[in-house]
């Protein structure tokens, strides 16, 4: 009987946080599109203590990089094993393409935003999507 193989730890860790935090970013963008402003917590005209639709873009790039990272480091895991189906990796494949696709096209449209605001929201989203990531991947491999 044949053993199983797996990838190194170090591997899954970086796959996993690189795909984590490209799922951050395109979720900002998408979250842009339908009016889901991550600069509304730094504006000083809101009536309100604190923007709705900014708590909800923030908790949506943080549980999209989470969940996003901790999904692909359990499938690289067991990947190398061959215990994913051949329909289901091409599906997931299929399914990663056209998501940043669609976050490509929203990339590519015009800003409403001032330049330096949506500079510092896209490093602020990074390193959230970066530190989200991490954790993903590293509850995955701590529970392997």
């Not at 990796?89 to 409403?112: E, K």
Request: hydrophobic content about 55%.
């Amino acid at each position: 009987m044949a053993e199983t193989a797996y990838f190194p730890r170090h591997l899954i860790v970086g796959g996993a946080m690189v795909s984590g935090i490209l799922l951050a970013l395109a979720v900002h963008m998408l979250g842009a599109q339908i009016g889901l402003d991550l600069g509304g917590l730094w504006r000083s005209d809101a009536k309100e203590f604190m923007p709705a639709g900014a708590a909800i873009a923030w908790w949506l790039v943080a549980t999209a990089s989470f969940s996003g990272s901790y999904f692909v480091a359990t499938l690289m895991h067991s990947a190398a094993s061959n215990r994913i189906q051949q329909r289901l990796r091409q599906f997931l494949i299929v399914v990663a393409v056209l998501f940043l696709a669609g976050a490509g096209q929203a990339a590519s449209a015009p800003s409403t935003a001032p330049t330096v605001s949506s500079f510092i929201t896209g490093l602020a989203v990074l390193g959230l999507g970066a530190a989200m990531a991490f954790c993903g991947a590293y509850f995955t491999l701590r529970k392997t």
